[in-house]
């Protein structure tokens, strides 16, 4: 990091001691953060988002060994993923110890921890030498943020500072997983997907097999763009986008590698983790066109795409977009 980083971490862990909020990147997406031990801190976070005071937020630590620190039982099981996965995007849901407020996680004896790789968040933790709560930087229910800018689109003048640590390179949040038992439980999945949890950890909890996860605490409309949105495969999504035409209405296309011929669109890599790095951006650029509709080639259904199925599925529910396909 350069002399500019360095002071504005510092300015950014000034700003956190005295209860203010600060836009801070991750690897996954950009937090709003502030102190999670002083309760005004937390009450603006909730404010500012717009969010519900029972949902709970994530608490970010600097890495393993702060686990005792805030959980009140560590777990065999939690303390294998810490060391595998942390730094990096993994959540762990822990018995909340008395150090974090039940303001923090909505009045739940669960609590939420990671510890970010980014490299401007482990400045900022080892800075502001405390937890930082942060849920991802967006008003509720709308598209996480991967930049600065986005951030800065989110909340205007009502949020001081937020730091710029580029693009971030992962792209999707992180993966939940309740360490609280002996078998982990996906509650929300991510780039770290079951087989590389199942690597370490080995076998999901019982009640998850089959594995169909289940995020805890969040709204089926999470993730959505103003724009309706449909996920289609490729041969229903040309019918669908020509007849919207045929209708005057203008669809606008998210595509895996190439756009279909006249019609207009983002194309993304065919490869899951380009995918996901880019697929935020790319939701907000597309809304941002103020089109009739969104239409999503579906992903193909291997675990490695797990998690941006469910990310595409969140922003496409509860709307309808009419299309007669065969
Ligand atoms: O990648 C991420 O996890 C990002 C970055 C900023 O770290 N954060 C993030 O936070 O996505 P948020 O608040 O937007 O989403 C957190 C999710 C919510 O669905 C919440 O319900 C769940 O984590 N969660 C938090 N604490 C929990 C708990 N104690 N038990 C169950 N679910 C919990
Ligand atoms: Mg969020």
């Not at 937390?42 to 805030?70: C, E, T």
């Not at 007849?243 to 983002?266: N, Y």
């Not at 490869?271 to 999503?296: E, F, H, M, N």
Request: glycine share 8%; net charge neutral.
């Amino acid at each position: 990091m350069d002399t500019a980083q360095h002071r504005a971490i510092a300015e950014a862990a000034a700003a956190l001691r005295r209860g203010e909020l600060v836009g801070m990147p991750t690897e996954t997406v950009y937090g709003l953060a502030g102190d999670a031990t002083n309760p005004g801190a937390v009450q603006k976070i909730f404010a500012l988002k717009g969010r519900p005071a029972d949902h709970p937020l994530i608490v970010h630590v600097s890495g393993a060994n702060m686990l005792p620190r805030y959980a009140a039982r560590v777990t065999p099981l939690a303390e294998k993923l810490a060391e595998a996965f942390w730094p990096g995007p993994l959540t762990l849901i822990v018995e909340r110890g008395a150090a974090i407020s039940e303001q923090v996680t909505g009045g739940q004896a669960s609590l939420g921890l990671r510890a970010p790789a980014h490299p401007m968040a482990q400045a900022l933790l080892a800075a502001f030498d405390g937890p930082l709560a942060a849920p991802s930087a967006n008003r509720f229910g709308r598209v996480s943020p991967t930049t600065a800018a986005h951030v800065r689109a989110e909340f205007g003048s009502a949020l001081g500072l937020i730091l710029d640590g580029g693009p971030s390179s992962i792209g999707i949040e992180s993966t939940i997983v309740d360490a609280r038992g002996t078998a982990p439980r996906i509650l929300r999945p991510g780039m770290i997907d079951a087989a590389h949890i199942v690597a370490v950890a080995g076998a999901l909890a019982d009640s998850q097999r089959a594995f169909s996860p289940r995020v805890s605490g969040a709204l089926a409309s999470h993730y959505a763009p103003d724009t309706p949105l449909a996920v289609l495969d490729r041969a229903a999504l040309t019918i669908c986008a020509k007849q919207l035409l045929e209708r005057q209405l203008i669809p606008r296309l998210l595509m895996r590698e190439h756009l279909p011929e006249g019609l207009c669109g983002i194309a993304l890599p065919d490869s899951p983790s380009l995918y996901a790095q880019q697929l935020y951006a790319a939701l907000r650029a597309l809304d941002a066109l103020g089109a009739d509709a969104l239409l999503v080639e579906a992903p193909p259904d291997s675990l490695p795409w797990r998690a941006i199925h469910d990310r595409l599925r969140r922003a496409a529910s509860g709307v309808g977009i009419a299309c007669y396909t065969p």
